[in-house]
């Protein structure tokens, strides 16, 4: 049974509850599927009803055209892996839409999709390169003023794939919220890209980088955490996902209710996330 920490927050407005966004988790034919993708899938619909937002859940690319994607204020691109989840008139789609200010977010693997596609790595912040095997680790908070940490104890114990990327998010103006603490799980290697430091795990952009010279930036939020189903019942890192996604679709940019989404029941919530997630303890 999913946890209800987000129950009854009003971050959107129950009475119209217009606010849509697309979960899109298609995946490239022969690529790994994660079979966490119905869990979080679950998780992100029943939470989004909670406090406002509609999640539609599709893996066909055939929505990606001009009518398909304005019917939504934001995009989830959830653990996708591929080049071949968009074709080029998709791609083209998912350009204009960015260019329209809209909302991105990207979850896990889903910096693994669109690899030889630049303005999709560049909204995301970064491509992933490799992990190491999955194992305990603690993700060090470096900015727990945003809506998607300010729940988060100061040093997270998580059982996750710690990603390493092929650039530092940071050169394209990413601000890193998370930080894998490198001293608490053993990596291999052989890291051949530098990405910054400290090392990159979820950050935001308030001007996603995707966007076409004369294109309209909205707000990109990315984690590379969430590879195991139950990650996606963890109270506090249902959290973590849902206030990064809350925080990307509050802009003047959305398409529907944009008067409701006032920082300050954003920072209200976050307190109500944060007392509640100091009871149940993190991910293990």
Known sequence: MLPTVLLGLAIFPQANAQIRALIYS???PGQFVHDSIPAATDALIS???AVGIRFDSRQDASIFTDAGL????GLVFLMNVGEAVLDDNGKAALQRYLDKGRTFIAIHSASDALRGTAFYGEEVGAFFDYHPELQNA???VI???HPSTSMLPAQWHVQDEMYNFKSNPRSIGAVVLLSANESSYTDPGPRKF???SPHPTAWYQ???AGVSPNGIAGRSFYTSLGHLSETWQDELFIGHVMGGIQWALATTTTTTNTASLASGTISASAASLTASSQATGSVS
């Open 26 to 28: 298609a995946v490239e």
């Open 47 to 49: 939470r989004g009803s």
């Open 138 to 140: 603690t993700v060090d």
């Open 70 to 73: 304005d019917q939504y204020d």
């Open 206 to 208: 308030e001007h996603g």
């Open 194 to 196: 530098s990405q910054g």
């Open 143 to 145: 900015d727990s003023s």
